[in-house]
């Protein structure tokens, strides 16, 4: 048959060509590849026959590669599997493999066609198990440098609590902390309301961690110690020469120190009325002027705001502006106070205990029945805050290794004279009991009657709060408690 030129046989024998051309010049430089590999390689059939085997691994043995392929590989290297695995079809990897007195690593890996084994490729990971041991330890330094840089970068940016830190496993916390979560992960404008004490700063410490802005700075503001002539300048920070006594090089201000980052502005209930309009360009246009500038400048910054007292209702009053109010209100979390969530309180004793005793160096072991009784009960005004500044003056008077009734402040036990204070002539099991019944209904009432979600609430079995509510003459939930 003639074949034309230009003819369709002509042209499919030129791409014919082309192709084993391509495939010829790609098997070249995968033979390269293998050759110069850093890893020693070696490649045999299913009948275990040497087929290739690169520079490093020859080297590796003391051998050279043409006097390898094409033998039987257990003849050319100790304590070989790979003529096992060609037979299993099994990978094995990262096992350890005698040769010439030294403990090497090595990956083997059956190459199946059609569900048959073809060949197999050998790699060697590790030419020296101590290799390995060597690379760990590394690693575990870098670890630790890594641990260490995190810490004290978390350390000069401020922040230091992570959602983890805050200390409480009742519902009413965790619903908090649980929201906390979520809007951490956006850029979204935070408030924080809560009674003084409740751990408000914590949270916005924990925002910031685990938002995106993590690796930034976190600016901590207290609006009320700023005075109203010293707002401006404190805040968005003052040019060269902007008035008598400023310094040489200006200033920068606070919300130009967080750029990037996140701005906590503490008790944002006592900004002056002149202030809050400041403030509200600021969050309005996302930029700031300094006291002498020309022109505004961007910044990018989260904005957390906190306060000890309703905003809504000062709005009401008139005492603050009900547009900052709902620039800052966009996602609000209202932190329990101590006595809404009684069920922390043993865990918040604990931790503060061991925080005081690492810092005092008393050794405490906890607080008695009767103490514990007293706290569970007491309102706890001053909430987490309080309740530390108590513990830490009962170290300095107590003589055991319990804290007791005896060891408390007065001024505490004067406070909740008539309120909660023991009654000295009633017996501890007495008392134990009324706290008990006390907290079981108030966990029936926040739990709607539902008596399952109760017991959870209280860490006990469904029978055991059936068996106490027969007790105390409990009615249901559902009713007047």
Not at 298 to 316: D, G, K
Not at 367 to 396: I, K
Request: aromatic share 6%.
């Amino acid at each position: 048959m003639k074949i034309r030129q230009d003819g369709w046989i002509h042209r499919l024998l030129r791409q014919l060509a082309v192709r084993a051309s391509e495939a010829g010049n790609s098997l070249k430089m995968l033979e390269v590849a293998i050759d110069n590999a850093y890893e020693g390689l070696i490649i045999t059939d299913a009948e275990g026959v040497i087929l290739k085997v690169n520079r490093a691994y020859a080297d590796f043995l003391g051998m050279k590669m043409d006097e390898m392929i094409g033998r039987h590989v257990a003849e050319v290297v100790e304590n070989t599997r790979m003529h096992i695995v060609a037979k299993t079809g099994k990978a094995e990897i990262a096992h350890i493999q005698k040769i010439n007195g030294h403990e090497m690593i090595a990956n083997r890996i059956p190459i199946l066609e059609g569900g048959r084994v073809v060949a197999v490729v050998g790699k060697v990971m590790f030419q020296d198990v101590n290799d390995l041991f060597a690379m760990i330890d590394r690693f575990r330094k870098l670890k630790s440098e890594l641990e260490f840089y995190k810490s004290e970068l978390n350390k000069r940016l401020g922040a230091k609590y992570s959602f983890d830190k805050i200390v409480g496993a009742s519902r009413e916390l965790e619903q908090v902390k649980e929201l906390g979560r979520k809007v951490a992960k956006s850029d979204t404008t935070v408030l924080l309301e809560g009674e003084s004490g409740t751990g408000k700063e914590m949270f916005a410490h924990a925002i910031h961690i685990e938002s995106k802005r993590a690796l930034g700075p976190f600016i901590k503001v207290n609006c009320a110690a700023i005075p109203e002539a010293l707002f401006e300048s404190e805040l968005f920070g003052y040019k060269e020469g902007a008035f008598t006594g400023a310094h040489k090089k200006g200033k920068k201000g606070k919300f130009a120190l967080a750029n990037a980052g996140t701005i906590f502005l503490d008790e944002v209930s006592e900004l002056p009325l002149s202030m809050q309009v400041k403030l509200l360009r600021v969050l309005q246009e996302r930029e700031i002027e300094p006291v002498g500038a020309e022109q505004p400048e961007p910044v990018s910054v989260r904005i957390v705001a906190a306060s000890n007292r309703s905003l809504e209702a000062l709005v009401e009053k008139g005492e603050f502006r009900s547009d900052l109010f709902y620039r800052l209100n966009v996602v609000k979390l209202d932190i329990p106070p101590l006595r809404q969530r009684k069920g922390d309180i043993a865990l918040l004793t604990q931790k503060i205990l061991r925080e005081l005793e690492k810092e005092t160096g008393i050794p405490v072991e906890g607080v008695d029945a009767e103490t514990e009784a007293f706290f569970m009960a007491y309102c706890w005004p001053g909430n987490v805050r309080e309740l530390r500044n108590d513990l830490e003056q009962t170290l300095y008077v107590k003589n055991g290794n319990l804290v007791t009734w005896q060891d408390l402040p007065r001024s505490l036990v004067t406070s909740a004279r008539g309120e909660v204070a023991p009654d000295r002539q009633r017996s501890l099991k007495f008392q134990l009991n009324q706290l008990e019944e006390e907290l079981i209904r108030l966990a029936l009432k926040d739990a709607k009657g539902d008596r399952l979600a109760a017991a959870a609430q209280l860490g006990i079995s469904k029978s055991s709060l059936y068996a106490k509510v027969e007790q105390y003459r409990i009615q249901d939930g559902s009713k007047q408690l």
